[in-house]
């Protein structure tokens, strides 16, 4: 199979049979991850897609996290993602039968060579027009850079649902482009907790509005979650963090408003990109 018809785009539903039943041929490993992640195709019935495997057994334990969780909080943000409507997240499954056991495995997104930043460094007094500085910061040679992001309302989309997940590392580098002209979130392992843990670089929304849509999104969740969505969430996250995501939304509907970066937690994860 070609490079073209790899990133062909598929339905969502093909994705996940693939993901869940497709025979698995590793390509690699990202040695760039913290936890053991690999990168492979599956293959079913004559279709073949990239796709991410994380191995439970490839964890490395967390002192906040308990041990052999981040695989299932992996499929919980796409759960969550897909109740949402907006498919923030790529299609995501715990896979039963992997290289190294059970694990989460979620479709690989290739980025478009041309695709700009969304999120980046910038020298200080070059911050592009419309965007929000975040933090500042200084190279080796002392020049005054800043941490900004677009003004992208994909990005607030996105945002919106960290805060929901209650995302402990969103850094730069977890946002990839579609080939589609849409963004994705990826690396969602340190999710869910039922302390307040949102640590991202998508502050440029903090205090402010919540985009237009994203009420009858969160009704529509607060639905989901007393319903079908808490019980496919139950079976990857306990009774507590389930009840403190509904919490969350809860929060968010009466709030209307982002909410501010907490003075108890760091805001901004390191490294932020």
């Known amino acids: 199979m070609t490079e073209a018809q790899l990133r062909t785009p598929l339905e969502t539903e093909t994705a996940l049979r693939l993901l869940r039943d497709g025979e698995f041929e590793l390509e690699g490993r990202l040695v760039d991850a913290s936890n053991t992640t690999l990168r492979g195709f599956v293959t079913l019935d004559g279709q073949t897609a990239r796709c991410v495997y994380k ?3 490839g964890e490395r334990p967390l002192w906040d996290f308990p041990d052999g969780t981040l695989a299932g909080r992996e499929v ?19 896979r039963e039968r992997g290289p190294l056991g059970a694990g989460a495995c979620q479709l690989w997104i290739d980025e478009p060579p041309e695709a700009a930043a969304l999120v980046d ?6 911050v592009p027009a419309g965007w929000f500085p975040i933090a500042a910061a200084r190279d080796d040679d002392g020049a005054a850079y800043a941490l900004a992001h677009a003004d992208d309302p994909r990005l607030a989309r996105l945002a919106l649902l960290d805060v929901v997940i209650n995302n402990a590392d969103r850094k730069g580098g977890h946002v990839i482009h579609g080939g589609d002209d849409r963004i994705y979130g ?26 237009a ?6 009704a529509a969740l607060a639905e989901g979650l007393a319903g079908s969505l808490g019980e496919a969430l ?8 389930v009840g403190a995501l509904a919490e969350r939304v809860q929060q968010l509907r009466e709030a209307a408003t982002f909410p501010l970066p907490s003075p108890q937690w760091p805001a901004i994860p390191w490294p932020p990109i």
């Open 121 to 126: 460094f910038v020298p200080a007094d070059e």
């Open 76 to 94: 919980s943000a796409y759960l969550v993602s897909a109740a949402t409507g907006w498919d923030l997240v790529p299609p995501t499954v715990l």
């Open 234 to 241: 139950a079976t990857h996250l306990t009774v507590a963090e």
């Open 186 to 211: 990826v690396d969602h392992g340190v999710s869910f907790h039922t302390d307040p843990k949102l640590r991202t670089v998508l502050w440029g929304w903090a205090g402010r509005p919540l985009p």
């Open 55 to 57: 191995p439970v057994r």
């Open 213 to 218: 849509q994203a009420q009858p999104v969160l």
